[in-house]
């Protein structure tokens, strides 16, 4: 099939969302949990309308793509993710735009200490000086120091 | 106040109220109401926290009770059940919202429910943790389609609640907008309800003193 001219393309939008999950996943088991959420949501039709795509990944944030139009409908479908490679995840969205330069500007690489109020994922031996009778895996610095 | 109506931070949860203040800064929010808190903090982060006391089905006098007990400046919540239960929920002095609601069968809550709410100025609440899940996901549309129909036409106070139990469970407002617009309420209703929270706990009274001459 040769390329459609831009004039007849179908227009696109992008959203970027970060990914809130104690796992690295790779980009293809990222779509896979958007998939799967957008036809249990919207079906194989509304699937197939919204053509949603992982375009990026790059650590904990990714870019969607789907149909100009269904920018809400992505977002409702990211939003009801809980899981992902089984563990549980959330996928935060962040903003939305016509191109994947503009949202790629707003990624914001934090580090680990510098914010005011980090939280930390407190999983396996990351954070090893709470007491053996917390059993908070989601806590911040100052839950940390007032132990 | 943008307000986060509850969110489960007790012994079970797996996360510190201070994360659930943390997160729903990230989210947008200015306020959360902790149902049932392990800890006892007000502000953190920004974000000013609430103690709320859920009371589950309780029959007669346990619940008034129940109510009478619950100590000042704390939410109390009311978990839906039967139509009869529901109205006498929403008539008692001291309740300021309703929950539960996704839990209910058809005609659990009606057109009396609804009047009695707006009169009494009851809030609703609408829990989406309900939506997330995709077991209660379908039965939790329907009921909030109902539900938005009642609030146009009595125009009672409906809240929005993330009713997480892990910091994972919180939403944004932009994905609030969008999970709400799947029932069919619009990005200004939604808004009105983060913000509704403050007309049920300082009402509005009938007559208001503005200045008093000697």
Redesign the interface.
Same mark, same amino acid.
């Given at each position: 099939m040769s390329v459609l001219p831009p004039t007849l393309r179908e227009n696109r939008r992008y959203v970027l969302f970060r990914i %809130?999950t104690p796992v690295n996943p790779t980009q293809k088991e990222v779509y896979r949990s958007m998939a799967e959420s957008v036809t +249990?949501?919207f079906g194989d039709a509304g699937a197939a309308k919204m053509h949603p795509a992982v375009v990026w990944s790059e650590g904990e944030y990714a870019i969607a793509r789907c149909t100009r139009g269904y920018e809400? /409908?992505l977002?409702?479908a990211?939003?009801?993710v &809980?899981k992902i490679c089984g563990e549980?995840? +959330?996928f935060? /969205?962040v903003a939305t735009s016509g191109t994947i330069l503009s949202l790629k500007k707003k990624v914001v690489h934090e580090a680990a200490d510098d914010a005011?109020?980090p939280?930390y994922l407190c999983a396996g031996k990351k954070v090893n000086n709470l007491s053996k009778e917390n059993?908070?895996?989601? @806590? &911040?610095r100052?839950?940390i120091i007032k132990e | 106040m943008i307000t986060d109506a509850c969110v489960y931070a007790n012994n079970s /949860?797996? *996360? *510190?109220l201070?994360?659930f203040a @943390? *997160?729903a800064?990230s989210?947008g929010f200015s306020r959360i109401i902790a149902c049932d808190p392990a800890e006892d903090i007000s502000e953190?982060?920004g974000v000013s926290i609430l103690k709320g006391r859920l009371i589950g089905k309780l029959s007669g006098k346990a619940f008034f009770d129940a109510v009478k007990k619950t100590p000042a400046g704390t939410v109390v919540f009311v978990q839906a059940g039967e139509n009869s239960f529901n109205r006498t929920a929403v008539t008692t002095k001291g309740v300021h919202l309703l929950t539960g609601i996704s839990d209910l069968p058809k005609g659990g809550f009606d057109h009396i429910v609804s009047k009695m709410a707006a009169q009494q100025n009851t809030g609703v609440v609408l829990d989406f943790s309900r %939506?997330?899940?995709?077991k209660t996901?379908r039965t939790a549309l329907s009921r909030y389609d109902e539900i938005l129909a009642f609030q146009r036409k009595y125009h009672f106070p409906l809240l929005i609640a993330s009713g997480a139990s892990?910091? @994972?469970?919180?939403?944004?407002i *932009?994905?609030i907008?969008?999970?709400a617009?799947?029932f069919g309420m619009t990005e200004q209703e939604v808004r009105s309800a983060l913000d509704s929270l403050d007309g049920i706990l300082s009402p509005k009274k009938t007559v208001e003193i503005v200045e008093e001459r000697s």
């Open positions: %809130i +249990a949501l809400k /409908s977002i409702a990211l939003a009801v &809980t549980p995840a +959330a935060r /969205s005011a109020y939280g059993g908070h895996r989601y @806590l &911040t100052d839950d | /949860s797996h *996360t *510190t201070r994360r @943390l *997160t800064a989210c953190y982060a %939506i997330i899940d995709p996901r892990e910091c @994972l469970g919180q939403r944004n *932009t994905e907008i969008a999970l617009d799947l």
